[in-house]
Nanobody
Framework: QVQLRESGGGLVQAGGSLRLSCGAS????????MGWFRRAPGKEQEFVAA????????YYTDSVKGRFSISRDNAKNTVYLQMNSLEPEDTGAYYC????????????????????WGQGTQVTVSS
């Protein structure tokens, strides 16, 4: 089993920045890709970003490209999401996820590609 714990959420004004962190514990040696999804109020959960085990490949949903950056530190079993130029539309609960299977391309955008999920951290962007 793998446990994921997110931190770093909070309230920020539009245009501001936040950095989310997600630490993995347990049987972490099997983790390949890691990612972030979010759920806005009244909406379905959506893909935000993902990163390969090496960190050499990243994926972003179109609405965050150029504003968000995903990275990871395998020595610390931690993945980060740097969020800049935040907009009220970025408000939601952000969930960290980890995959035990390899994915590529649009497969990495799908919930079904991931095996473990964190409890989420709330991000609220005020206008």
């Amino acid at each position: 089993q793998v446990q994921l714990r997110e931190s770093g959420g909070g309230l920020v004004q539009a245009g501001g920045s936040l950095r989310l962190s997600c630490g993995a514990s347990g049987r972490t040696f099997g983790i390949l890709g890691m990612g972030w999804f979010r759920r806005a109020p009244g909406k379905e959960q959506e893909f935000v970003a993902a990163i390969s085990r090496s960190g050499g490949t990243t994926y972003y949903t179109d609405s965050v490209k150029g504003r968000f950056s995903i990275s990871r530190d395998n020595a610390k079993n931690t993945v980060y999401l740097q969020m800049n130029s935040l907009e009220p539309e970025d408000t939601g609960a952000y969930y960290c996820t980890a995959a035990l299977k390899y994915c590529s391309g649009y497969d990495c955008y799908a919930r079904s590609s991931y095996d473990y999920w964190g409890q989420g951290t709330q991000v609220t962007v005020s206008s």
